[in-house]
């Protein structure tokens, strides 16, 4: 008896489309819980982007990307182990996990650079 799996196979045509909901799903939890967080609790600006609303979505952004980097690392030497349309779907999926990590990557910087609740 084989044991379960969490995710789809790397060649599941599933993959294709986990990488780009995933950071759809980043996206909309950033700026939503920024948005509530400073209406809740707004940061004294004189604090600049050393603010726990900040420290909070670097972490999450963090995770997402090791998340979207681990599925592309798996997609990706799936992808080798694989002949014809597995192969290929594997390495599509591997390339759009990358995809989605760099956009994470672009829409996380101002996490670094500008405070929080302009």
């Given at each position: 008896?084989?044991?379960?799996?969490?995710?789809?196979?790397?060649?599941?045509?599933?993959?294709?489309?986990?990488?780009?909901?995933?950071?759809?799903?980043?996206?909309?939890?950033?700026?939503?819980?920024?948005?509530?967080?400073?209406?809740?609790?707004?940061?004294?600006?004189?604090?600049?982007?050393?603010?726990?609303?900040?420290a909070?979505?670097?972490?999450?952004?963090?995770a997402?990307?090791?998340?979207?980097?681990?599925?592309?690392?798996?997609?990706?030497s799936?992808?080798r182990?694989?002949?014809?349309?597995?192969?290929?779907?594997?390495?599509?999926?591997?390339?759009l996990?990358?995809?989605s990590?760099?956009?994470?990557?672009?829409?996380?910087?101002?996490?670094?650079?500008?405070?929080?609740?302009?």
């Open positions: 008896m084989s044991t379960p799996r969490r995710w789809p196979a790397p060649s599941h045509p599933l993959q294709l489309i986990l990488g780009l909901s995933l950071w759809s799903l980043w996206f909309v939890v950033l700026y939503g819980g920024l948005s509530v967080a400073c209406e809740m609790a707004p940061p004294e600006p004189s604090r600049g982007v050393f603010t726990a609303h900040n909070t979505l670097g972490l999450l952004s963090l997402t990307l090791g998340l979207l980097l681990w599925l592309a690392w798996s997609c990706l799936a992808s182990r694989q002949e014809g349309v597995a192969c290929y779907l594997s390495m599509v999926s591997a390339g996990h990358l995809f990590g760099g956009g994470v990557v672009v829409v996380g910087l101002p996490l670094l650079m500008l405070p929080p609740c302009l």
